[in-house]
């Protein structure tokens, strides 16, 4: 293992990497002790050579290292198989009883650069390092060994990708799809949802709310429900089964509409849901800019908001709130005293704090009064590591308006 090559890391920095943040970036390194190729693994010791863990290395990514184990550790298909059964093993303990998950969600279940969505009998994998990408092969057949799936897809068409220098790549890697259709149907919560695994966003579907579905039908029962940005469906069908008398769902994309009325259908919930390709930013304002003697008139019981991440990056927050505000305080003229609002943000550069300041100032330009009577993160499996905060991504909060 001496053998292989050593990354000395500054002073500093080996605090952070010894709590488990698996990152060395380049401004870390002291230095290499010996020319290495890009995607293999090396030893990271800190300038006092004190060994620190193994991990994948690439030089043109601005992530050169990404630690694995903290011990001398052979990256094999055996290494995979270990790490992707303690990985299920967590699933099944908070997420009993669920036939499609996130398998394996890189740094949160230390395997920085993988992630693995489990869609009933298919897989679909996605490598965002040089160092995972080129072990395809063996984590495919730990996959094999572990889940005995029908498919293996690979969705590597990501923006991170081209940071490590890899190309998009699409497709199947093992197996067979079902019916040779990359759509699959696919439950969550014993709701059924057609999913496209090549074209759809993400690998498909937004696991990480599959247990806020659940809690969000919970709290909105009864009456008129809005579902602002609801893709395939997700939060509108999930009230409309816990008892909405109506539910409206808005998305601008004309194809997860139309996928989210067939899960309507699917689903017999067709006659209590419509569904509608708009922007939500347009369609608030439309029933919400009324004129200066004229007063909104709140007609929902419900509304969800869970928008896509307004922000790519730090620079972009400051727009991002304005963004949020600004849904926020038209949805909020819009919510009948006593209703509930359910509320998330998917941006890392936002935290909850901050967010739940924007849908305070909102309420105070609407002159609401907000009760909060629940708070969410992702689901189970996308676990959160608080030592590694970028795996903490999604939050959000209920309210219910007391005036
Ligand atoms: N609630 C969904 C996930 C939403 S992801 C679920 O549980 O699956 C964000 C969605 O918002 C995407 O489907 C995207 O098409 C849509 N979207 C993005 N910007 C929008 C806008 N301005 N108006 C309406 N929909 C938008």
Same mark, same amino acid.
């Given at each position: 293992?001496?053998?292989?090559?050593?990354?000395?890391?500054?002073?500093?920095?080996?605090?952070?990497?010894?709590?488990?943040?698996?990152?060395?970036?380049?401004?870390?390194?002291?230095?290499?002790?010996?020319?290495?190729?890009?995607?293999?693994?090396?030893?990271?010791?800190?300038?006092?050579?004190?060994?620190?863990?193994?991990?994948?290395?690439?030089?043109?990514?601005?992530?050169?290292?990404?630690?694995?184990?903290?011990?001398?550790?052979?990256?094999?298909?055996?290494?995979?198989?270990?790490?992707?059964?303690?990985?299920?093993?967590?699933?099944?303990?908070?997420?009993?009883?669920?036939?499609?998950?996130?398998?394996?969600?890189?740094?949160?279940?230390?395997?920085?650069?993988?992630?693995?969505?489990?869609?009933?009998?298919?897989?679909?994998?996605?490598?965002?390092?040089?160092?995972?990408?080129?072990?395809?092969?063996?984590?495919?057949?730990?996959?094999?060994?572990?889940?005995?799936?029908?498919?293996?897809?690979?969705?590597?068409?990501?923006?991170?990708?081209?940071?490590?220098?890899?190309?998009?790549?699409?497709?199947?890697?093992?197996?067979?799809?079902?019916?040779?259709?990359?759509?699959?149907?696919?439950?969550?919560?014993?709701?059924?949802?057609?999913?496209?695994?090549?074209?759809?966003?993400?690998?498909?579907?937004?696991?990480?709310?599959?247990?806020?579905?659940?809690?969000?039908?919970?709290?909105?029962?009864?009456?008129?429900?809005?579902?602002?940005?609801?893709?395939?469906?997700?939060?509108?069908?999930?009230?409309?089964?816990?008892?909405?008398?109506?539910?409206?769902?808005?998305?601008?994309?004309?194809?997860?509409?139309?996928?989210?009325?067939?899960?309507?259908?699917?689903?017999?919930?067709? $006659?209590?849901?419509?569904? +509608? @390709? #708009?922007?939500?930013?347009?369609? /608030?304002?439309? %029933?919400? !800019?009324?004129?200066?003697?004229?007063?909104?008139?709140?007609?929902?019981?419900?509304?969800?908001?869970?928008?896509?991440?307004?922000?790519?990056?730090?620079?972009?927050?400051?727009?991002?709130?304005?963004?949020?505000?600004?849904?926020?305080?038209?949805?909020?003229?819009?919510?009948?005293?006593?209703?509930?609002?359910?509320?998330?943000?998917?941006?890392?550069?936002?935290?909850?704090?901050?967010? $739940?300041?924007?849908?305070? +100032? @909102? #309420?105070?330009?609407?002159?609401? /009064?907000?009760? %909060?009577? !629940?708070?969410?993160?992702?689901?189970?499996?996308?676990?959160?590591?608080?030592?590694?905060?970028?795996?903490?991504?999604?939050?959000?909060?209920?309210?219910?308006?007391?005036?």
């Amino acid at each position: 293992m001496d053998a292989l090559p050593t990354v000395l890391v500054k002073p500093g920095e080996a605090d952070r990497v010894g709590a488990g943040h698996p990152w060395i970036y380049q401004g870390s390194i002291l230095r290499l002790t010996r020319p290495t190729e890009d995607g293999d693994i090396v030893q990271v010791k800190d300038h006092r050579q004190r060994f620190l863990g193994v991990g994948f290395y690439n030089s043109k990514s601005k992530i050169n290292v990404r630690i694995l184990a903290p011990e001398r550790v052979n990256v094999d298909e055996a290494f995979f198989e270990q790490r992707i059964r303690t990985a299920l093993a967590l699933r099944s303990r908070h997420l009993p009883g669920a036939t499609s998950f996130r398998a394996v969600n890189a740094e949160g279940d230390l395997l920085s650069g993988l992630v693995v969505d489990k869609y009933e009998e298919v897989l679909v994998l996605q490598t965002s390092s040089l160092g995972m990408d080129r072990r395809k092969p063996m984590i495919v057949a730990a996959l094999q060994k572990i889940f005995a799936p029908q498919a293996i897809l690979e969705r590597n068409d990501i923006a991170s990708r081209r940071f490590e220098g890899l190309p998009e790549a699409n497709g199947v890697l093992a197996g067979e799809l079902p019916g040779a259709s990359p759509v699959v149907q696919v439950r969550l919560n014993g709701l059924q949802f057609e999913v496209d695994l090549l074209g759809g966003q993400k690998t498909g579907l937004y696991l990480d709310q599959q247990m806020n579905y659940r809690r969000v039908a919970e709290l909105i029962r009864g009456g008129q429900v809005l579902d602002g940005f609801t893709f395939l469906g997700g939060f509108a069908l999930h009230a409309a089964r816990a008892g909405a008398a109506q539910v409206h769902a808005i998305d601008q994309s004309q194809e997860a509409v139309a996928a989210a009325l067939r899960n309507a259908g699917a689903n017999g919930l067709a $006659e209590n849901c419509s569904f +509608e @390709a #708009a922007n939500v930013f347009d369609w /608030l304002k439309a %029933r919400t !800019a009324a004129k200066p003697h004229e007063k909104t008139v709140p007609c929902f019981d419900g509304i969800v908001l869970d928008p896509p991440s307004f922000t790519r990056n730090r620079a972009a927050v400051e727009d991002a709130l304005r963004g949020y505000k600004e849904i926020h305080l038209r949805a909020l003229k819009l919510l009948k005293t006593g209703g509930t609002l359910a509320t998330f943000c998917c941006s890392h550069h936002v935290d909850a704090r901050t967010f $739940e300041e924007v849908i305070l +100032e @909102a #309420a105070f330009d609407a002159r609401r /009064l907000l009760r %909060r009577v !629940a708070s969410y993160c992702q689901s189970p499996d996308h676990p959160i590591v608080p030592v590694i905060p970028e795996t903490e991504y999604l939050k959000g909060f209920a309210y219910e308006a007391m005036r």
